[in-house]
């Protein structure tokens, strides 16, 4: 069973689509993450949410919008993608705000043509 | 926002050798982990240090959380094939957010 499963893993879109990208945890943890990593392979946190409340909003463009209907998933819809757009997106999870270990997801590759 | 900055970028080393990292920031931190991300995956756990000039090792990785609170050093003994991929330190305060802020990242190429 894959502990943090995002679906789906490649998303090739035109510019200007809304698309979105969903993830669930199977861990039991109370918090999640959306991570970007951009062509450089930085890794930059987005938003996360412990038990459905949002904790974490860094400065991201209000076209992200993060959506937990439980705390075992939390979804990214972006709309109006731009070719800037175009990165890995790693969902996590961790057990609570404060764990050391924060647990993965295989990433979404997205391209914005 | 905040980086830390890792050295080197990147480095090509024959199997056997010794490897060494490091990863330093501007600020403290009160935690520093090493995660290690393999081609295609994401990043994974290796190592979590939580008091400064703590030394923990796991397997042929050891790691040291620096005096100063602000850097951290990551070693790999005798390389082997599947230790390529690229290895990201990441600093956490336990305050605030407890965000973590990742490092720029080192990536690891191993000649057989």
């Known amino acids: 069973d894959t502990a943090v499963s995002q679906t789906p893993k490649y998303l090739v879109t035109q510019m200007g689509n809304d698309k979105s990208i969903k993830c669930e945890q199977n861990?039991?943890?109370?918090?999640m993450y959306w991570y970007k990593q951009d062509s450089k392979k930085f890794l930059k946190i987005m938003f996360s949410?412990?038990?459905?409340?949002?904790?974490i909003n860094e400065t991201v463009p209000n076209r992200f919008s993060p959506k937990s209907p439980d705390k075992a998933h939390l979804n990214l819809h972006i709309n109006s993608l731009e070719l800037g757009d175009s990165a890995v997106y790693f969902c996590a999870s961790s057990q609570d705000p404060g764990s050391t270990e924060a647990f993965f997801g295989q990433g979404t590759r997205l391209t914005v043509v | 926002g905040q980086q830390l900055n890792q050295s080197p970028q990147s480095m090509f080393i024959q199997e056997g050798e010794d490897v060494s990292m490091n990863c330093t920031s501007s600020?403290?931190?009160?935690?520093w982990l090493w995660y290690k991300q393999d081609p295609g995956e994401g990043p994974v756990l290796l190592i979590a240090?939580?008091?400064?000039?703590e030394l923990t090792s796991n397997g042929r990785l050891t790691a040291q959380f620096g005096i100063t609170r602000k850097d951290s050093f990551l070693n790999i003994s005798a390389s082997i094939p599947s230790d390529v991929g690229i290895y990201f330190c990441?600093?956490?305060?336990?305050?605030?957010?407890?965000?973590?802020?990742f490092g720029t990242g080192t990536r690891l190429k191993v000649l057989a």
């Open positions: 949410y412990n038990n459905k409340e949002l904790i």
């Open positions: 600020s403290i931190f009160n935690t």
């Open positions: 990441a600093g956490q305060r336990l305050s605030g957010t407890y965000k973590y802020i």
């Open positions: 861990l039991g943890h109370d918090t």
């Open positions: 240090l939580y008091k400064a000039g």
